[in-house]
């Protein structure tokens, strides 16, 4: 543990900064709503002295992203409409764990190619996050995946709904940094996936870890 600021509250060593699962018990539990990809449900909680409380959240299947980088530091990145918030948006590629006992990393090598028609053979875990951990338990992985190659036009993945005519660009990762600060680009993979990449890079990417990395974050893989 470091000093204290000016309000007396302890500081703490950068290496001290982690996020600590401590589940508390849950009471009762019920499902208020299936849907097709997650699921609106309600636990009651107990606190221990603050008491129980009852909160409602989805429970998610969670999903992988990918940040492709090629020889000369592009992302690249397709366009979707999302039904939700009425816009095309430009993101990495994406998608969710949806397939029994698959792998995060092959779920990503998946995505790759059935959104943007990549292969890679370098592949590194960039960074984890949850989306909203006060509303949902969603967690997400996203991946690094370099040394780039086409795949053949037989093998390339027939897309539909709103992924049907979907355009792939390649931004420069500064450029494409640049357009998350300026607030043009708000898919949160997208935002989060590009701003760790530029952090890695200007540190050398000594922040990559293996892709094979554990992931307790995610209910399915601790």
């Known amino acids: 543990m470091g000093d204290k600021d000016f309000r007396g509250e302890p500081r703490i060593a950068g290496t001290e900064l982690q996020d600590r699962r401590e589940p508390r018990p849950v009471v009762a539990s019920r499902v208020l709503y299936e849907g097709r990809v997650f699921d609106l449900v309600s636990e009651r909680v107990d606190l221990g002295e603050a008491g129980e409380v009852e909160r409602e959240y989805l ?12 020889a000369d530091e592009h992302v690249a990145l397709v366009q979707q409409y999302r039904v939700p918030v009425g816009a095309l948006a430009w993101e990495i590629p994406a998608g969710l764990l949806d397939v029994a006992g698959e792998d995060p990393a092959d779920a990503a090598r998946r995505e790759l190619l059935e959104e943007a028609d990549l292969r890679a053979e370098r592949w590194d875990v960039l960074v984890d996050y949850w989306t909203t951990p006060g509303g949902s ?11 780039l190659s086409l ?3 037989e093998e390339r993945h027939e897309r539909t709904a709103e992924e049907a005519g979907m355009p792939t660009a ?32 200007a540190g050398g ?18």
């Not at 990417?205 to 601790?222: G, I, Q």
């Open 59 to 70: 429970r998610h299947p969670g999903a992988v992203a990918v940040v492709a980088l090629d």
């Open 137 to 147: 338990d969603e967690a997400i992985r996203i991946y690094l995946a370099r040394d």
């Open 151 to 153: 795949v053949a036009p």
């Open 170 to 201: 390649w931004v420069a990762l500064d450029e494409a940094r640049d357009a998350v600060l300026a607030g043009r680009v708000h898919n949160p993979s997208t935002v989060v996936g590009i701003l760790a990449a530029h952090a890695s890079r």
């Open 205 to 222: 990417w000594a922040s990559l870890r293996p892709a094979d990395s554990p992931w307790p974050e995610h209910p399915a893989h601790r």
